[in-house]
């Protein structure tokens, strides 16, 4: 397999896309229209070592992104971050992409001595972009347009002590819509969610039931996802849009299920109750117990006498 494509700047992007030189170094808004097309990038996987926020409109197009393939006829938003890895295609019969939209492009070090340096990473859908593009009203185009348009304004101006700050407070409310937007999604696809749950539920029952559990211990929540096929940021988002609790928190209260069950109809001890779960201290089972129950593995067993 070759080795992506690696572009390391926003004037790298440029320069490969046949655009003019950006504005500014760090942050720039480029809209599709205006890209030169050129076949060979768009069957090459890429790398970006800066942030990419995108939403395009292309009949053709076909996107492939972590283990999803997009297909751009609607309006999609899509968010990737520095390092991930995607590809770009078109049908052979599609002579010339026929984009329209725009790309916000911001290079890490933009973020410096701001308030988005370390609080970007804990935007969820960055993560959700790799298993599900977000879908977006004309309405919810259009706000977002406008954002992006302040932001292409302000990056054209002459750089001063307050172009960072400005920016910087744009990009906010940009990801502050898409979060809500995200939150809408997640709402209206709750059959889709239901039947995501409905699966969560029979495989923790199915690994809990097994040998898995005395053996392996407790699934992590990436062998979930990988299992349900999904990130486990997104599958975290859902089942807490869904239940309020997130995969963590549904594999504890399933873990607590068993052992009260197991405090309740059997003679075990905690010690071998705590091992038949997956712990290798039974002081660590205790403590999740009491945590979980306010109640030791112990005090539970004597309640029921």
């Not at 295609?89 to 973020?111: E, K, Y």
Request: glycine letters at 4%; one cysteine or more.
């Amino acid at each position: 397999m070759e080795a992506p494509v690696r572009i390391k700047t926003i004037s790298e992007f440029h320069q490969k896309r046949g655009l003019p030189g950006p504005a500014h170094p760090l942050v720039s808004v480029v809209n599709y229209e205006n890209i030169v097309h050129n076949p060979e990038l768009y069957y090459s996987s890429m790398v970006f070592d800066f942030y990419s926020i995108c939403v395009k409109k292309n009949p053709y197009l076909k996107m492939r992104y972590g283990q999803q393939q997009y297909d751009f006829d609607e309006g999609v938003m899509f968010f990737m971050s520095p390092g991930q890895v995607f590809g770009i295609s078109l049908p052979n019969n599609a002579l010339r992409p026929q984009h329209t939209g725009w790309m916000l492009l911001i290079h890490p070090d933009f973020f410096n001595n701001t308030s988005l340096a370390s609080v970007i990473k804990q935007y969820d859908y960055f993560s959700y972009a790799v298993n599900e593009a977000l879908f977006l009203s004309e309405a919810e185009q259009q706000t977002l347009a406008g954002i992006v348009a302040n932001i292409d304004h302000e990056c054209s101006k002459n750089i001063d002590g307050f172009t960072q700050s400005i920016i910087t407070a744009q990009i906010e409310l940009l990801l502050a819509y898409s979060e809500r937007y995200y939150q809408r999604q997640f709402i209206t696809r709750k059959v889709s969610g239901n039947q995501l749950l409905d699966k969560l539920e029979l495989l923790l029952q199915s690994y809990f039931n097994s040998k898995d559990l005395s053996e392996k211990g407790l699934p992590t929540v990436q062998h979930i996802a990988d299992t349900l096929n999904v990130s486990p940021n997104y599958l975290s988002g859902v089942l807490k849009s869904i239940t309020g609790l997130s995969t963590q928190q549904h594999i504890h209260e399933k873990l607590i299920e068993k052992a009260k069950e197991q405090l309740s109809v059997t003679a075990l001890t905690v010690s071998e109750i705590a091992y038949s779960l997956g712990f290798e201290h039974p002081q660590s089972f205790s403590k999740l117990f009491k945590a979980k129950t306010r109640l030791s593995p112990q005090e539970f067993r004597q309640s029921f006498n």
